[in-house]
């Protein structure tokens, strides 16, 4: 009876190794994904993770499918000294003024439903000529923001760049953070910076991860470009609301994200 019961253990461990390595190999990246993405401009060695949907996470909150990446351009010359000025990607939101209709996932608590107002009425207090409005009807929206679970390190990501002149949609925010429980300080800037991907607007620290980060070196010009903001710093752009990475702390715009803004709509 020992003997069996040491064999069947040895059996369910082998069968149990066997699904962990099956799972591995599923989301392991491919070459050929690394090859696009690199002659794209992204440095793959930052943030680059397969997910369970088989599309990619680069820059820490972008997501891109297979099919995306594919059709990513060449990479783009950047000038040389280039560091925490604000940049934008070469596609835009086009057909301006326009109205942006943003969903927010019915799932959301009130204090997300909040932090979702007080981000768009940031935008909308600029006068740009880009209006976002709320509809919570999701088929209608531009952009809409859904809700996903996972304990990982991502609080959230876009689905990348503006394409064909419009905003690009989902946004998606990871519920083990952003609830009613927790509360977090940085839920509205967190919507803003998503939004801020969605319209075509890079991280701010796209060159030195690092700044925000503590770690990680550039992020490429993604196949989508980094044209520097006229009017915006040179230095380093303490607090903007498009740094890669969050501090916990909420992030209204400041006069330079004003400047980036107001420049490009």
Same mark, same amino acid.
């Given at each position: ?38 002659? +794209? ?7 680059? =993770? !397969? ?11 972008? !997501? ?10 060449? +990479? ?11 940049? *934008? @990607?070469? &596609? ?20 997300? /439903? ?7 009425? *940031? ?11 709320? @509809? #919570? ?14 304990? =990982? ?8 760049? %503006?394409?064909?002149?419009? %905003?690009?949609? %989902? $946004? ?7 609830? &009613?429980? =927790?509360? /977090? ?5 967190? $919507? ?9 607007? *890079? ?5 030195? /991860? ?48 004003? #400047? ?6």
């Amino acid at each position: 009876m020992r003997k069996m019961y040491a064999t069947c253990c040895v059996a369910i461990l082998f069968a149990a190794l066997s699904c962990q390595e099956q799972e591995e190999a599923k989301n392991e990246v491919s070459p050929k994904i690394v090859e696009q993405l690199n002659a +794209a401009g992204f440095d793959t060695s930052e943030g680059l =993770s !397969k997910l369970s949907d088989g599309t990619y996470l680069v820059e820490g909150d972008i !997501k891109l499918t297979e099919a995306q990446i594919s059709k990513l351009d060449g +990479a783009v010359n950047l000038s040389p000294g280039a560091d925490e000025e604000h940049y *934008r @990607t070469t &596609n835009l939101v086009t057909s301006t003024p326009r109205t942006i209709y943003v969903y927010l996932d019915a799932g959301f608590g009130t204090y997300m /439903r909040n932090s979702f107002n007080t981000a768009l009425s *940031r935008y909308n207090a600029l006068g740009l000529t880009l209006n976002f409005q709320s @509809t #919570t009807n999701a088929s209608a929206a531009d952009i809409q923001i859904l809700s996903f679970y996972e304990n =990982s390190n991502t609080l959230g990501f876009s689905a990348g760049f %503006p394409t064909g002149g419009d %905003p690009a949609s %989902p $946004i998606q925010l990871n519920t083990y953070y952003y609830n &009613n429980t =927790s509360q /977090r300080a940085d839920a509205a800037t967190v $919507i803003a910076h998503e939004i801020g991907h969605a319209i075509g607007f *890079r991280h701010t620290d796209y060159m030195r /991860r690092r700044y925000s980060c503590g770690s990680g070196g550039t992020e490429g010009t993604a196949g989508v470009g980094a044209v520097y903001i006229p009017g915006t710093p040179t230095g380093p752009s303490a607090n903007s609301w498009m740094l890669a990475c969050s501090n916990g702390t909420d992030r209204p715009f400041t006069s330079a994200d004003q #400047t980036a803004l107001t420049t490009v709509y």
